[in-house]
């Protein structure tokens, strides 16, 4: 959760007079805050304020760690520090322990700089991966289950919407499209095993799986020459012979 995503140096970078700019951040609905290179807030939008359940007013002067308290505050991991360290931007993923409960995020943190261009402190873009993270979680656990042995269990779709309801049927198709035609051989392989020669198989296969219809084949001459072989042995040790 921790995969880095560098900007370039050029990227995006916030001058000291933001007043345009904080105009619009009060109405992005994700959290989005601005502190100075001490990680004192200089500002926080609605959302910000609303996640860790205190007022706009409130959060002003608080150190930014004392709210979100993730993984990576009061660390080298910290993009926000990142950001002000190298004048670039970066983003990663970590876990806000806030008032409501620990919160996956994707956070991006990005230099704030004077008219000179020298930095005065940061600014950090918070989203809610949640929804991203659970459908890792559950797509993790049906490959898992694979893996092991149980190409039966699928994950339940219908808990996801839009893009991740998508993804998740896809996986679910695609184990589907192997757990199938390998489950036939499997079963005849046991039954000839035991002395029991199976009848054709009448499934419809693409691509690589064709091979089923070579076993048919295979399976058609077993059956031709185990009557063969059945008749010669009868004749062979039949005390009449």
């Given amino acids: 959760m921790s995969e880095e995503k560098q900007g370039v140096k ?4 916030v001058s000291a007079d933001r007043s345009i ?3 619009y951040a009060d109405n992005i609905p994700t959290p989005v805050m601005a502190v100075d290179t001490d990680f004192t807030i200089t500002y926080i939008n609605e959302a910000g304020a609303q996640a860790v359940g205190l007022t706009r007013q409130d959060c ?3 150190k930014c760690h004392s709210l979100f308290n993730t993984g990576h505050c009061n660390t080298h991991d910290c993009r926000v520090a990142k950001a002000m360290r190298h004048n670039g931007v970066f983003t990663s993923d970590t876990v806000a322990n806030l008032p ?4 996956p995020i994707r956070y991006t943190g990005a230099p704030l700089t004077d008219g000179n261009g020298n930095i005065t402190g940061g600014l950090k873009y918070v989203q809610d991966i949640s929804g991203e993270t ?3 979680s559950v797509i993790e656990s049906i490959v898992e289950a694979a893996v092991n042995g149980k190409p039966d269990t699928r994950a339940p779709a219908e808990r996801f919407d839009g893009n991740y309801r998508k993804i998740v049927r896809g996986i679910n198709k695609l184990i589907d499209a192997f757990a199938e035609p390998f489950s036939v051989p499997a079963e005849y392989v046991d039954r000839i095993s035991n002395g029991d020669l199976p009848p054709k198989i009448t499934g419809e296969y693409k691509g ?3 091979y089923e219809q070579a076993l048919v084949v295979k399976g ?3 059956r031709s020459e185990e009557r063969r ?3 010669e042995c009868r004749s062979r040790w039949s005390p009449y012979h």
Avoid: H, Q
């Fill in 60 to 62: 002003a002067g608080r």
């Fill in 10 to 13: 050029t990227g995006w970078k």
């Fill in 134 to 136: 659970e459908v890792a």
């Fill in 208 to 210: 690589d799986f064709i």
């Fill in 220 to 222: 058609d001459k077993g």
């Fill in 100 to 103: 409501s409960g620990e919160l």
């Fill in 229 to 231: 072989v059945g008749k």
């Fill in 21 to 23: 700019g904080v105009n």
